[in-house]
């Protein structure tokens, strides 16, 4: 069975830093784009960060450029995503996905999702 796993969520004051890992499991997930996207309360969900297979590639959306790095180790099979000098905007479920077509900011671009991590940002 296919399996993505976050963890690393949790409640951090503004200005604080989370480390979030995407974990995966019943396949090789080293030739697929990985991606981290977020859904806050009553919003859609959006894209946050996506980076290429080999790690060569990354990008990032605009509300989270320069504070938010994407990492991954293919010999682990997970996905990082260190978030710094986070904003109460942040709080959202944060979802991380992989597709083999490619480091898209869309969904239908990613193949499997995970369940999601939480994420409070306290002002």
């Known amino acids: 069975q296919v399996q993505l796993v976050e963890s690393g969520g949790g409640l951090v004051q503004a200005g604080g830093s989370l480390r979030l890992s995407c974990a995966a499991s019943?396949?090789?997930?080293?030739?697929?784009?990985k991606g981290w996207f977020r859904q806050a309360p009553g919003k859609e969900r959006e894209f946050v960060s996506a980076i290429s297979w080999s790690g060569g590639s990354t990008a990032y959306a605009d509300s989270v450029k320069g504070r938010f790095t994407i990492s991954r180790d293919n010999a682990k099979n997970t996905v990082y995503l260190q978030m710094n000098s986070l904003k109460p905007e942040d709080t959202a479920i944060y979802f991380c996905a992989a597709g083999v077509r490619g480091m898209g900011s869309a969904f239908h671009e990613y193949d499997y999702w995970g369940q999601g991590t939480r994420v409070t940002v306290s002002s």
């Open positions: 019943g396949r090789s997930f080293s030739s697929y784009a």
